[in-house]
């Protein structure tokens, strides 16, 4: 049986695969291709985080860096909560 991981481990986990998407294909390709990425990993959280402005702003943000450092805000808010596992 898969542990679920702590948010801890999932905001670090979402954080290395975005940074390695942006390495991998470049700022603009590898935002547009991560934010799939994220919304999978958004999923997961609470739904009050799953609605909030700072997910929509990393949906629709245009600077790499600053939906990066989002991502990590939003993922260590989720700390605390408790993290949903598919089904």
Not at 22 to 42: F, M, Q, T, V
Not at 79 to 85: A, H
């Amino acid at each position: 049986t898969a542990k679920t991981p702590s948010c801890d481990d999932l905001a670090l986990l979402v954080g290395e695969h975005v940074d390695a998407r942006l390495s991998h294909y470049g700022l603009e390709l590898g935002l547009r291709n991560a934010r799939k990425h994220i919304d999978w990993y958004a999923a997961h959280l609470p739904q009050e985080l799953r609605k909030s402005p700072m997910r929509r702003a990393i949906m629709t943000g245009t600077d790499a860096r600053l939906v990066l450092a989002m991502v990590g805000d939003l993922f260590s808010h989720s700390i605390g909560t408790q993290v949903r596992t598919a089904a």
